[in-house]
């Protein structure tokens, strides 16, 4: 992973064999990020992404491989007890055209994955709210 500061935003280039979501935390530490809003596109081969069951309060993971382009990776950057959290959501898409996505748990980077990182000012936490079973900002 290399990246640039612009002000308050950046700039991201995730490189192959990396994963995102991992990639993401270490920004996160290495620059102090607690809030920020997240955009990506790249391809991808290997992915989970989970799709939330709320009367069970439980995700359902899906893994996927294959040759695939991330139409859109959209998600937040913030704090639970203080610590690093991020909330990420992505689609992508086959060589048919075929799209799938959900919650993001994990993806490898087949190409590369560009990123935009904007920070926000404050922190914004999270708290595990057990009415709706998930991890919940808290103001």
């Known amino acids: 992973m290399e990246y640039r500061r612009f002000d308050n935003t950046y700039i991201v280039r995730i490189d192959r064999g990396e994963e995102i979501v991992e990639q993401v935390r270490l920004l996160s530490e290495r620059e102090g990020i607690r809030l920020a809003s997240v955009q990506a596109l790249g391809a991808v081969n290997d992915f ?3 799709v ?11 893994q996927f491989q294959g040759d695939y382009e991330i139409v859109s990776l959209t998600g937040t ?3 639970m007890d203080g610590t690093f959290y991020c909330h990420l959501h992505m689609s992508a898409g086959d060589g048919q055209g075929r ?12 190409a590369v994955c560009e990123m935009v990182v904007t920070v926000l000012p404050g ?3 999270r708290v595990f709210d057990p009415d709706v ?5 808290h103001f």
Request: proline content about 3%; hydrophobic content about 40%; cysteine-free.
């Open 77 to 79: 950057i913030n704090t």
């Open 52 to 62: 939330f069951r709320p009367r069970d309060k439980r995700y359902d993971a899906n």
């Open 48 to 50: 989970t992404v989970g």
């Open 133 to 137: 079973g998930l991890n919940v900002l």
């Open 99 to 110: 799209v799938v996505g959900g919650h993001l748990n994990r993806a490898v980077v087949s």
């Open 123 to 125: 922190t914004v936490d």
